[in-house]
């Protein structure tokens, strides 16, 4: 299945639980019943913002510890106008370290556009990475993709509630994540175990 097929997928699930905000959901926006579950394992970390009154998970971004200390987005889906605020509260999380665009120049238009919104932000710091990748892209696109943001917690995440479910909880809500997740996980050797 082409990867835009389950993206369409992705985005038709999203409709059909009833989950379309009409602007951008900032942090500090998020329903009381909105819980980050954390998952960590290893080098990798993923993040579900899920929502407890409707058993629905709204957004999710997976990351992964590269050689230099800083964090690499392997894969991110969420509602409408979520997606950014899922980038910045794992930007956020490990924060003094960075967040980076996917390496292997699998990203897509859309993470392009919440990149390029980043770049312009003050609040967000910016720095070159010092291994630069030419994905064969559009010069702003390669520009965009070597760069590490970081952003230190503000009050919204400093107030946001992270959820530790145990395993159980963890493989309910797991369930709950959209087949490209799950694919990539088990694409990616991770079986449920640690690394």
Do not use: C, H
Request: net charge neutral; charged share 30%.
């Amino acid at each position: 299945m082409l990867r835009s097929e389950i993206r369409n997928k992705i985005r038709n699930k999203i409709q059909e639980q009833g989950v379309l905000p009409e602007a951008r959901i900032d942090i500090g926006g998020f329903a009381e019943s909105m819980k980050v579950v954390v998952e960590r394992y290893g080098k990798r970390a993923s993040y579900r913002l899920f929502d407890f009154s409707t058993e629905k998970v709204i957004g999710s971004i997976e990351i992964f510890q590269t050689n230099s200390g800083d964090y690499e987005v392997t894969g991110v889906a969420a509602a409408p106008n979520f997606g950014a605020s899922m980038y910045e509260i794992a930007m956020m999380d490990v924060f003094p370290k960075g967040l980076m665009a996917d390496r292997t120049g699998n990203t897509t238009d859309e993470a392009y556009n919440v990149w390029s919104k980043f770049f312009k932000r003050d609040d967000i710091k910016k720095k070159e990475n010092q291994k630069w990748n030419d994905f064969q892209v559009s010069a702003d696109k390669n520009f965009l993709s070597n760069i590490v943001y970081s952003k230190s917690p503000d009050s919204n995440f400093n107030n946001l509630e992270f959820y530790d479910a145990n395993e159980e909880e963890r493989l309910n809500i797991t369930k709950k994540t959209s087949p490209f997740y799950l694919k990539m996980r088990k694409l990616r050797g991770y079986d449920g175990s640690s690394d």
